[in-house]
């Protein structure tokens, strides 16, 4: 007789027999199956039903939305999660990360703050599109760029770049709203002082709690600006910081800035294992990122062939992500980045371009598992979808 793979688990024979002693007592434990999920999905619901309940215009360029629950319950979050916001814009679906800059403290509501992305799709949209009392989907927070204070001690640098501070704002509100025992210098690269986001939340902060301290630069000072000015580079971070040796540094904001300050970093001698970071969006332009292959410009088309013998189209510059959704095929998403492997589709034939920092597991790769929401055609391709 043919054994069955679970018989050979170790307490599986002990197991069924409970069973069978229940069963002889009439104790019927089959209405506690489904409960632990039941139990989850409550904790943490799949998606999220959400009403704005306020808009806060934050500077030009910058506004925070404040979510409410419409079921009147949100999951808890570790301050630095993010919402993968879903969104149907001229009827193309479609999503987009934010991080939670309100304080996890704060359970009654989500506080999401947006920069206006030049010619972006969405968030425009979020800023100019919505009104209070709008009903929004989205993901339960999740991600990683959060304190663990296990592993990563209590003194913090968080490095911000433009709208790259949100996570970081949640940090700070939580450590200081709870008087926890951390220390956090926050270095914080705008444009111009117009752009500082949270400016004068920031500086009352600061002023009442001596754990926080702010070093704000700026790249495109105005005339007669007295404070710090230029880009986030290694000698800025230690005249500031001092020594970096026993402290964590977390870095977030956009592609660009994010390239930049790493190499600041490495040259400083910062390990990687000392460092954690987040990155805001695909890259502007993903034909300068190191290993694009020369003569393939952005706008070069390409046929994309799915499952069922349809075929689209879409530009090497563009994640393919985007052009799927350009044509109603929408995939599981909730990074966008290449992170959480949501989106992996099986790619049949042609290549794409990852860029640097997405993760694709070995065995993704060695099987032909692309991350559509980060990867860009190079050729005419074939998916799985
Ligand atoms: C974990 C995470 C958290 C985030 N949190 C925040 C936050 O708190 N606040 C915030 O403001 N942002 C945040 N972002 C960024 C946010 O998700 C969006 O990327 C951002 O709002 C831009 O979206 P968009 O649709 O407006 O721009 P998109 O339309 O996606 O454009 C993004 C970039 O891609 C380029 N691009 C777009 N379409 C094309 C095309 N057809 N061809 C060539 N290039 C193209 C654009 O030039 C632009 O530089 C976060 C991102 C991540 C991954
Ligand atoms: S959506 Fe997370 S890897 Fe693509």
């Avoid at 000015?229 to 001092?242: K, N």
């Amino acid at each position: 007789m043919k054994t069955e793979i679970k018989e050979q688990i170790e307490g599986y024979a002990d197991i069924v027999k409970e069973n069978e002693i229940l069963r002889k007592y009439a104790v019927n434990s089959s209405f506690e199956r489904g409960k632990v999920l039941e139990a989850i999905n409550l904790i943490h619901p799949k998606y999220l039903y959400l009403k704005i309940s306020k808009i806060i215009p934050e500077t030009e360029s910058t506004t925070t939305l404040r979510l409410v629950s419409e079921s009147g319950y949100l999951p808890p979050f570790q301050a630095g999660q993010y919402l993968n916001l879903f969104v149907e814009i001229n009827g193309i679906r479609s999503s987009r990360p934010y991080s939670i800059s309100s304080s996890p403290n704060q359970t009654g509501y989500y506080d999401i703050t947006i920069r206006r992305v030049n010619e972006g799709f969405v968030s425009d949209f979020l800023i100019e599109s919505l009104k209070v009392g709008d009903k929004l989907t989205s993901t339960s927070p999740t991600g990683n760029f959060y304190h663990n204070p296990l592993i990563h001690g209590k003194n913090l640098v968080f490095i911000a770049g433009g709208s790259g501070i949100t996570p970081f704002m949640s940090m700070i509100r939580e450590v200081t709203d709870k008087v926890l025992d951390r220390n956090i210098h926050l270095i914080y690269g705008s444009r111009t002082e117009d752009d500082i986001v949270y400016r004068d939340e920031l500086d009352d902060r600061q002023k009442s709690f001596t754990n926080l301290k702010v070093s704000h630069i700026i790249s495109e000072p105005s005339q007669g600006y007295s404070g710090h000015t230029g880009f986030i580079t290694g000698d800025f971070i230690r005249s500031e910081v001092g020594s970096i040796d026993d402290k964590m540094i977390y870095v977030c904001g956009p592609e660009a800035m994010y390239s930049f300050v790493l190499k600041e970093l490495e040259n400083l001698g910062v390990p990687r294992r000392k460092l954690r970071v987040e990155v805001f969006g695909p890259p502007a332009d993903i034909t300068k990122q190191p290993g694009w292959p020369e003569g393939i410009a952005k706008n070069t088309s390409f046929r994309i062939t799915l499952r069922n013998g349809e075929s689209i189209e879409a530009k090497a510059g563009e994640p393919l992500m985007n052009s799927l959704e350009r044509y109603n095929k929408v995939l599981p998403a909730s990074c966008r980045s290449g992170e959480c492997s949501l989106c992996r589709t099986k790619l049949l034939s042609g290549k794409v371009f990852h860029p640097n920092g997405v993760k694709i597991r070995k065995s993704d790769a060695k099987y032909g598992y692309i991350h559509p929401c980060m990867a860009y055609p190079l050729e005419d391709l074939k998916l799985l979808i």
